[in-house]
């Protein structure tokens, strides 16, 4: 499976674990089997606003495009992702946010 990503500005998390060639996203599963090679599947048959363009299956290879929300503090291989290429079954890693700045005290707040 190869999973694209399209970075969209959100505070809202992703979760999406991969079961051969059904996709858990955010709890609700979706089985991409019934796509055969050389076929795609529209965009708007997906009931769901995390994938981000057509589902095809190339070459026995499944391809799916997920919008990947980024946090304010996103690091660069979140705004400009790459594509995961063969990803295994379980649980997908996805770029990291940089660290959150430290805060420093005030000097009324140190005292």
């Given at each position: 499976m190869k999973i694209k990503l399209s970075s969209i500005r959100s505070d809202e998390t992703l979760s999406v674990t991969v079961e051969g060639d059904t996709l858990v996203v955010n709890?609700?599963?979706f089985d991409f089997s019934p796509v055969g090679?050389?076929?795609?599947?529209?965009?708007?048959a997906i009931k769901?606003?995390?994938?981000?363009?057509d589902v095809e299956r190339i070459d026995g290879q499944l391809i799916v495009t997920l919008l990947l929300p980024i946090p304010?503090?996103?690091?660069?291989?979140q705004a400009f992702p790459a594509d995961l290429i063969n990803v295994p079954n379980g649980p997908?890693?996805?770029p990291a946010p940089l660290p959150d700045a430290?805060?420093?005290l005030s000097s009324e707040e140190q005292a």
């Open positions: 709890g609700q599963a090679d050389g076929d795609t599947l529209p965009r708007g769901s606003d995390w994938f981000d363009g304010s503090n996103y690091s660069p291989e997908v890693t996805f430290p805060t420093t």
